[in-house]
């Protein structure tokens, strides 16, 4: 049975700018367990196999920490090479790091598994943010996770590694926002506790698989995420879990009518609230028919109609 206290698992693809500052945030972690770092580069296009290279053979490795350095020999996709590195991983938890992000704090680890090991009925616990570009210019300072719903911020998280079948695999595989699917399924497996601290940074870049899209595209992929979610849930048979996802799904068509209206695309505006109000009739009907709903909606309809 492996020693092995923690995975992190670090997803790469043309991270080739930023890679080094990804692995120096793990070896400068300061613990008194064994770390696994998993790098898994999905055939990237560029030098990031060439920097992992020379930052592995330059850099001084900690005794505790055992590098598994993968590169696939032809591109697979982002999920089958995550859902590849998951399997892989030994550690009693993991954390996650992509190649374009990195951490800031070098007790980071230490005080998640410290607290995870005293409190055997938390899932996975997370810790605030920074969101910077390309130069590492800091565009949001602190910007806070969440307790308890999906918008817990990966670069964050650290969680108890354990089994998932098949059939979650298999709806994982599909999902356009992972991490959302990932953490969404943890919510319903245990307690998570927030750190009030700083520990990360998540890079908005042209290489960014979430940050490089369109606003259009971001749309598709929420929804197309969103509907494999509630066929999942379905499977579960989770009345619950569909509910709350579907009201999820609706909030992202009021959120997109927003932005269609304010673009001057008033049809489409009108379209999606109308989209709105059916899914929020059948997630949420005691929601759909409030007072305040009711008028948040004549409201936008008016503003929509005569501008």
Same mark, same amino acid.
């Given at each position: 049975m492996s020693n092995t206290m923690v995975t992190v698992v670090m997803i790469t693809?043309?991270?080739?700018?930023?890679?080094?500052?990804?692995?120096?945030?793990?070896?400068?972690?300061?613990?008194?367990?064994?770390?696994?770092?998993?790098?898994?580069?999905?055939?990237?296009?560029?030098?990031?196999?060439?920097?992992? &290279?020379?930052?592995?053979? =330059?850099?001084?490795?900690?005794?505790?920490?055992?590098?598994?350095?993968?590169?696939?020999?032809?591109?697979?996709?982002?999920?089958?090479?995550?859902?590849?590195?998951?399997?892989?991983?030994?550690?009693?938890?993991?954390?996650?790091?992509?190649?374009?992000?990195?951490? =800031?704090?070098?007790?980071?680890?230490?005080?998640?598994?410290?607290?995870?090991?005293?409190?055997?009925?938390?899932?996975?616990?997370?810790?605030?943010?920074?969101?910077?570009?390309?130069?590492?210019?800091?565009?949001?300072?602190?910007?806070?996770?969440?307790?308890?719903?999906? &918008?817990?911020?990966?670069?964050?998280?650290?969680?108890?590694?354990?089994?998932?079948? &098949? =059939?979650?695999?298999?709806?994982?595989?599909?999902?356009?926002?992972?991490?959302?699917?990932?953490?969404?399924?943890?919510?319903?497996?245990?307690?998570?506790?927030?750190?009030?601290?700083?520990?990360?940074?998540?890079?908005?870049?042209?290489?960014?698989?979430?940050?490089?899209?369109?606003? &259009?595209?971001?749309?598709?992929?929420?929804?197309?995420?969103?509907?494999?979610?509630?066929?999942?849930?379905?499977?579960?048979?989770?009345?619950?879990?569909?509910?709350?996802?579907?009201?999820?799904?609706?909030?992202?068509?009021?959120?997109?009518?927003?932005?269609?209206?304010?673009?001057?695309?008033? =049809?489409?505006?009108?379209?999606?609230?109308?989209?709105?109000?059916?899914?929020?009739?059948?997630?949420?009907?005691?929601?759909?028919?409030?007072?305040?709903?009711?008028?948040?909606?004549?409201?936008?309809?008016?503003?929509?109609?005569?501008?």
């Amino acid at each position: 049975m492996s020693n092995t206290m923690v995975t992190v698992v670090m997803i790469t693809y043309g991270h080739e700018k930023f890679i080094k500052q990804a692995i120096k945030g793990v070896l400068e972690q300061k613990v008194n367990f064994q770390v696994e770092l998993i790098i898994a580069n999905d055939c990237s296009p560029d030098k990031t196999a060439e920097e992992i &290279d020379a930052i592995l053979q =330059t850099e001084t490795i900690p005794s505790n920490i055992n590098i598994v350095n993968k590169e696939h020999k032809k591109n697979i996709g982002m999920m089958p090479n995550f859902i590849w590195a998951l399997k892989q991983a030994k550690g009693k938890y993991i954390a996650l790091c992509e190649g374009d992000d990195y951490w =800031t704090e070098p007790t980071k680890l230490q005080r998640q598994v410290d607290f995870m090991e005293q409190h055997s009925n938390y899932i996975m616990c997370c810790h605030d943010r920074n969101v910077v570009n390309e130069n590492d210019e800091v565009l949001i300072q602190n910007q806070q996770t969440t307790k308890a719903d999906k &918008d817990t911020f990966v670069q964050t998280l650290l969680y108890r590694n354990i089994s998932f079948d &098949d =059939t979650f695999y298999h709806y994982f595989e599909k999902a356009k926002n992972g991490d959302t699917f990932l953490i969404y399924r943890l919510h319903q497996l245990g307690a998570t506790h927030y750190f009030d601290f700083n520990g990360a940074c998540y890079r908005v870049s042209d290489v960014g698989v979430w940050s490089k899209v369109s606003d &259009d595209k971001r749309f598709e992929m929420s929804i197309s995420s969103l509907d494999n979610m509630i066929e999942y849930y379905s499977f579960l048979a989770n009345k619950g879990a569909i509910k709350e996802i579907k009201k999820w799904k609706a909030e992202q068509f009021l959120m997109r009518s927003k932005s269609l209206s304010e673009a001057g695309y008033k =049809t489409s505006a009108l379209n999606h609230i109308f989209r709105y109000n059916t899914l929020l009739l059948s997630s949420n009907p005691n929601h759909f028919f409030s007072l305040n709903n009711f008028k948040t909606i004549i409201l936008l309809n008016l503003r929509y109609l005569l501008r």
